[in-house]
């Protein structure tokens, strides 16, 4: 069972301001844009984005679409069915950990110390005032730390529910101007998502629980607990896979409906001509899951998994072009670790949570800190598109072909990048000689760009996506001898 230590996102947390984004076109089979070949359909993008709101270039000149991208792709894109096996098996191994042998997961001791450090830290609030520590006591007291863990049941998400640091919706930010970066905003757990309860709040209020990449605090009301022959028969059953973007699904109970984002997992009960039969767990008295059938339009959602090809990954990737960058997912929104792990979904390829745990998933990465940017470029163009990961300290990136200039592209999720503007002295005495002042330029939303966006506007040397990248791995190289690795250095 894999659980991403806490710590881990403060630390991600920090690096992640500096975000970048790039994109680009490919043509057929060797990474150059072409039109779609004959019989070939792909989605174009739901969220177009509009040029002129954006006065980065790549976002002005770089068609949006991944489906001609991975038209371009060509065989390059191709998994063999062994891998293709492998891996969804890997995926299901990780998504149903929580149903599984209770595991040692993480240390309770180091979980206490984080929340422990969290609530003794010093932080600012939404008012971009410092969090009195009155307030900080009453978290921390809310969590009964003396006893955790005080269970260990399995269980599932009853709603889309975002994960916490702490037992609060306070955000708690490093600094006044920090916003949008509450660092204990923790990932989203999707509707039907396994979980595996472990403590709860001394208001209770809140659960600590356990996911398959994850740990943190959600709301009593999210979770419901499931007994061993629910667990068996999710397992064991069909899946259909939620393709529609923010998708409308009931609640079963005729008084609510969820916005489900796209790689929501839904047992299969029946296909009938016009739409799906599926199952959505709800709470039940006592606390139990109740199990409703729902239906949903065939256009919503399709069986799990979906195949991996161009027009597929166009209905699922093209959706996400151009949505507003969402730290944390922070309202129902993506960062750059969520956009990834949310596009590979569908296709029953796992991810973790984390840009520095995707790229460690990856066999046989190849070690970029030390090669200068030409050597990176020419690593990364003999890597297979659609496949392929490209790391930076807190940013992860998707490599999807070349433009027509050759130059690489990424499907990502950026914040900002960081430009020269003038100079300033070294001290506020003046003394000490000048250095070029900075500015940020905020990207703000998932596209598909260069390694070098904001280059025309002039960058901080040193700064670009190209100069910053560390790692590259391919999500091939997970398959035993499937599919040749990223090209070593």
Known sequence: MLYVEPIRYLLVGILAVALLETGCTLKPGKGTLAAPSAGTEVMEPRRPIRHEEYEIEDLRRIPQDLGRLAVAAGDRLNLPGECR??????????????????????????????????????????????????????????????GFPSRSVPAVAVAPAHLRGLPSYQPLYKSPDDAPFDMISYPQVKLNEPLRVRHASADGVWLFVETAYSNGWLERRDVAAFNPGQVADWIGGRFLVVTQDYAPVPDGKGVGVFRCKVGTLLPLIREDAEEWQVAVASAGEGGGAEIRRVALPKTAAAPFPVPFRPAEIALVGNQMLGEPYG????????????????????????????????????????????????????????????????????????????????????????WSIRLKEGVAPRSGNGEGGEHPAQRTQIIGLSAITTLEPGKELGLVPGASLLEKASALGALSARCPAAIPDIPSR
């Open 85 to 146: 096996s492998y891996l969804l098996d890997e995926f299901r191994q990780h998504y149903f950990a929580p149903w599984g042998a209770p595991g040692p997961g993480e240390e309770p001791a180091e979980i206490r110390d984080y929340m422990r450090q969290q609530g003794r830290g010093t932080w600012y609030g939404p008012n971009q005032r410092k969090v009195p520590r009155r307030e900080l006591r009453e978290i921390l007291d809310n969590c009964a730390l003396e």
């Open 327 to 414: 730290w944390g997912e922070i309202y129902d929104l993506r960062d750059c670790s969520a956009l990834l792990r949310d596009f590979f979904l569908p296709f029953g390829i796992w991810l973790p949570r984390t840009s520095s745990d995707q790229i460690a998933s990856t066999p046989g990465r190849a070690d970029l800190t030390a090669l200068p940017p030409a050597r990176k470029e020419e690593l990364i163009k003999k890597s297979p598109p659609f496949l392929t990961l490209l790391f930076k300290p807190g940013h992860i990136m998707l490599y999807v072909g070349l433009d027509p200039q050759g130059r690489p592209l990424v499907f990502h999720g950026a």
